[in-house]
């Protein structure tokens, strides 16, 4: 990410990532939701989001769209991808409001979907999963009934039933809207965990011996937290 973008994001935005598999229509989501042509899109599976990129919408309230590489980019192994995420999230320092997870409703790469969705399980973990919205794509000449039953078999059904929330994106910039005011009526008030591994956590307060302990106490947990986490990316990657 640029110097640029991140230099003009600040806390009180609503900033909401928008993650999900090669081809699922992350870029053509905020085109839409934009009115205009902001990031490359992809034609078919071949992946075209090499990096993590902001896009600013069109509101008199400062919320801002953030594209993503697919997790089963191309080019890109899914620990890479993760990473570039996971780095633009601990850069940024600032609060995310919630997460739009796409998935083509036509992909029946469940594997690779599941891989997906555990990670964003991670990245969200204690925070409560209302504002982590699964989303649906492409919807033409699909089954929808069987379509729903086999996700309901995955970790998608799973994190849904904890309360996670399902919706479905009709290409209208309506119903995109309509998806992202979903989270920006409630955001997130805390940064996520792995946004606490540098930045914030990482200042020591000067004040007393007291305060200078508890915070290096606080900031072990968050490092063992972060290295499991990547153990576990890791294992499921190979």
Known sequence: MSTTQKSRLQEGDIIIPVLGLTGAGKSMFINIATGEPKTRTS???????????????????????????????????????????????????????????????????????????????????????????????????????????????????????LGAR????????????????????QPWKEPLSIQCDIGASRKRSSTTQSSVRKEEVRVRKIDIWYSTTKRVLRSLFR
């Not at 509101?59 to 991808?81: A, K, N, Q, W």
């Open 43 to 161: 034609t078919g599976i071949i992946s075209c989001t090499y990096e993590v990129e902001v896009v600013s919408l069109p509101s008199p309230h400062r919320i801002f769209l953030v594209d993503t590489p697919g997790f089963d980019h191309t080019y890109l192994g899914e620990l890479e991808v993760f990473g570039r995420i996971s780095n633009w999230l601990k850069d940024v320092h600032v609060t995310i409001a919630g997460i739009i997870f796409l998935h083509d409703i036509a992909h029946d790469n469940y594997s690779s979907l599941n891989n997906a969705i555990l990670t964003v399980q991670w990245l969200s973990c204690f925070h409560s999963l209302r504002n982590v919205i699964f989303t649906t794509t492409n919807w033409c000449n699909i089954e929808p009934e069987e379509r729903q039953k086999q996700l309901a078999n995955t970790a998608w059904g799973d994190l849904i039933s």
């Open 166 to 185: 399902a919706d479905q994106f009709t290409g209208t910039q309506d119903s995109a809207w309509a998806i992202i005011e979903s989270i920006t009526q």
